[in-house]
């Protein structure tokens, strides 16, 4: 069972954990039984093979793997008419999505620290990109194209977070027009998906989103959060891409491999010309977040039945 720490370099946007949520995604609470079910005769191997070796797991409570597997199943990559393009470096930072920018002029992106590549192209396509972070001053790079507040995105307005929705209030109150979304908030992301309305949500045109800690999607309580941030997207838009971070590891329970970060693309469902699942993975224009770091493809699980 694959599974390794993220590298702190790696680490592009430090917040605290604020909510119930992220303290989930944080605590630890693991091994201390496993000497117990090792005395029983219990080999490592097998508790690998049930999935209860990993962090953020208990050995009492597991999410039902139909369960698990059902919200795969509707999370999975579909083809819906336009190429993948691929903005961004060829490393962390990078991101595939749909060739279907025109008409775009803004970007909203949470996450900044060290890497602004991302929105550094879509500048050099005309779209201007609002970028917010608490942990630095500014953004790596400066463009006039680039509008910056010094805040966390989160589900609450003070001196340090702000919601999607007043950021975009801020700048773009009445702007009814497409936009972009890309998010790496470093586990923050299902706190702002629960607080965003779907109108607000479905205004995107494109949603790119790190999702942390989805090893997580085996602890019951923690699956019910996951499936309603994922349900709220799945109405209003199609997943179109997912890449494996391999600055993470992946957890493994029978059959069903899930990595512990993953990067995920949204199209929204009005604008999907034609709709068939993608059949293989990587995608040619799919990089190593870390190059230096060990091989991770997406687990097949997450395009096709096992």
């Not at 604020?18 to 000497?35: D, E, G, H, M, N």
């Not at 890497?115 to 942990?135: H, K, M, P, T, V």
């Not at 972009?180 to 309305?197: C, K, P, T």
Request: hydrophobic share 40%.
């Amino acid at each position: 069972m694959p599974d390794h720490a993220s590298s702190p370099e790696n680490k592009k946007h430090p917040r605290p954990a604020a909510s119930f949520i992220a303290r989930q995604f944080t605590r630890p609470k693991v091994y201390r039984t496993l000497p117990g079910l090792r005395d029983w005769g219990v080999p490592p191997a097998r508790l690998r093979e049930w999935g209860i070796i990993g962090p953020g797991f208990n050995v009492t409570s597991q999410t039902d793997p139909e369960d698990v597997l059902g919200l795969i199943r509707r999370l999975r990559p579909q083809n819906c008419g336009f190429n993948l393009v691929r903005f961004g470096g060829a490393r962390d930072g990078g991101y595939l999505i749909p060739d279907d920018l025109d008409g775009i002029e803004y970007c909203f992106s949470p996450g900044v620290n060290t890497i602004s590549d991302f929105e550094n192209q879509l500048a050099d396509r005309g779209i201007r990109s609002f970028l917010a972070d608490y942990s630095v001053e500014a953004p790596p790079v400066l463009r006039r194209e680039f509008t910056f507040d010094k805040k966390f995105l989160g589900s609450s307005n003070d001196e340090q977070f702000m919601t999607l929705a007043s950021w975009k209030n801020k700048y773009l109150r009445d702007y009814a027009d497409d936009l972009i979304l890309q998010m790496d908030i470093e586990g923050a992301e299902y706190e702002v998906l629960l607080n965003v309305s779907d109108e607000l949500l479905s205004q995107f045109r494109i949603i790119v989103i790190e999702f942390h800690s989805l090893q997580l999607v085996f602890e019951p309580i923690v699956f019910r959060f996951l499936s309603v941030c994922f349900e709220k997207l799945l109405k209003s838009f199609e997943v179109v891409h997912i890449h494996p971070n391999n600055c993470g590891g992946i957890v493994q329970r029978g059959m069903i491999e899930v990595p512990m970060t993953m990067e995920f693309t949204f199209l929204n469902k009005r604008r999907v010309r034609t709709k068939s699942p993608v059949q293989s993975f990587p995608h040619p224009l799919d990089f190593p977040n870390d190059p230096a770091g060990r091989k991770m493809n997406l687990p097949s699980c997450w395009f096709k039945d096992v």
